[in-house]
C-alpha cells in the first residue's frame, strides 16, 4: 500500500516580490514612538492623557472581519481609512468630558447602554484627523526630498498644520494594507484598538521610505527613540512670591526680597510636569530628585 504525503506550500503573492515588506515592523515602531509623542502634547493630552500605546503591527485584510464604522481622510499623498473602536472612543469621550480624568481608576462604560450621540461623532473625526496627521507625517518624514507630495495652493507651508477634511468611509476590500494601533488605559489596563486603512499610493510611499534606508548601501545604525532624540526646553521655576503693588513701588536698590526655597517646579511650556531638589554642584545650580507633579 502506497500513500502519497501532500506538502503544503506557502502561496507567494506576485504584488510584493522586490517590496521591502520585512521592513514594515521598522515602520511600524517609528510609527509608535510618533504616536506615543503625539498623544503627550498639551493639545492631545486632555484626550489621550489617560492611554499609552502598547503596540502598531501592519496586516492585510482577509475579507471576513468584523464590519465597522470608517472615516476617510485625504492626505498629501492618497486616502488614510479609519476606524476606532466604540469602547476606545467612549473611554476618550469620558476622559475628556467626564470624571475619568479625575478617577484613579476609569469607570468601565457599557457601549451598549451607551446610545450614539452626535458628541461622540465629532469626537471621532477630531480623533481621526490627529492620528491620521500623524501617520501622514510620518510616511513624509520618511520619503526621500524629491519624492515629498507638493503642496497644493492654498495648503499650509512647511512647519504648518495640513487640515484633513473628513468624508464618511466604506470598509476597506480584501487585500487592503491595515495599521493596527492597541492602546490602552494608564489607570485600569484595558486595552482597545482604532485602525488606519492605506490605499495603493500611500503603500507604496511606506515601502519607497523603507526602500531607500535599505538600498543606502551603508549599514544604518538603528534609530533611537523618538523620546531619546526629540528636543525640549524645560523652565525651572524656583521660587514665587506675592507681594501687593505699593511693595512693588517702594523697592530700592539693595533691598532684600526674602522667600523660602523648597522644591522647584519644572516646566515644559504651560505645563507643571515635575517638581525638583534644588542643589549646588561645582557653584552651579542644579535641579534633582524629579517627582511627577501632582
Excluded at 30 to 51: E, H, K, T, V
Excluded at 107 to 113: F, I, L, M, S, Y
Excluded at 182 to 207: H, N
Aim: charge should be neutral; hydrophobic fraction near 40%.
Amino acid at each position: 500500500m502506497t500513500t502519497t504525503k501532500q506538502t503544503q506550500h506557502q502561496v507567494l503573492d506576485p504584488s510584493l516580490l522586490g517590496r521591502p515588506v520585512h521592513l514594515l515592523p521598522i515602520f511600524a515602531a517609528q510609527l509608535r514612538d510618533d504616536l506615543a509623542q503625539s498623544m503627550r502634547l498639551n493639545m492631545n493630552r486632555r484626550y489621550w492623557g489617560g492611554f499609552t500605546v502598547q503596540d502598531v503591527a501592519f496586516s492585510r485584510l482577509e475579507g471576513n472581519e468584523i464590519r465597522s464604522r470608517w472615516l476617510s481622510f485625504a492626505a498629501p499623498a492618497g486616502q488614510i481609512a479609519f476606524s476606532l473602536e466604540r469602547k476606545v472612543l467612549l473611554s476618550v469621550l469620558n476622559y475628556r468630558y467626564g470624571s475619568g480624568a479625575k478617577a484613579d481608576t476609569p469607570a468601565v462604560v457599557d457601549e451598549a447602554t451607551v446610545r450614539v450621540t452626535a458628541t461622540e461623532e465629532r469626537l471621532a473625526v477630531v480623533l481621526g484627523q490627529q492620528l491620521a496627521g500623524t501617520l501622514a507625517g510620518r510616511i513624509e518624514l520618511n520619503l526621500p526630498v524629491i519624492e515629498k507630495p507638493a503642496l497644493a495652493e492654498g495648503e499650509a507651508e512647511e512647519g504648518g498644520e495640513t487640515e484633513f477634511k473628513p468624508a464618511p468611509g466604506s470598509h476597506p476590500p480584501k487585500g487592503t494594507w491595515v495599521i493596527t494601533v492597541t492602546v490602552a488605559e494608564t489607570a485600569g489596563g484595558a486595552t482597545g484598538q482604532f485602525w488606519f486603512a492605506l490605499d495603493k499610493q500611500l503603500m507604496a510611499s511606506v515601502l519607497r521610505g523603507l526602500l531607500r534606508d535599505r538600498d543606502s548601501g551603508k549599514k544604518s545604525k538603528a534609530a533611537a527613540p523618538l523620546a531619546q532624540r526629540l528636543q525640549v526646553g524645560l523652565v525651572g521655576r524656583l521660587a514665587s512670591k506675592e507681594v501687593t503693588l505699593g511693595t512693588l513701588y517702594d523697592l530700592q536698590v539693595g533691598d532684600v526680597i526674602p522667600i523660602s526655597l523648597s522644591r522647584a517646579d519644572v516646566l515644559l511650556e504651560d505645563s507643571r510636569l515635575f517638581t525638583a531638589a534644588v542643589t549646588e554642584h561645582k557653584g552651579k545650580l542644579c535641579l534633582t530628585s524629579f517627582e511627577d507633579a501632582e
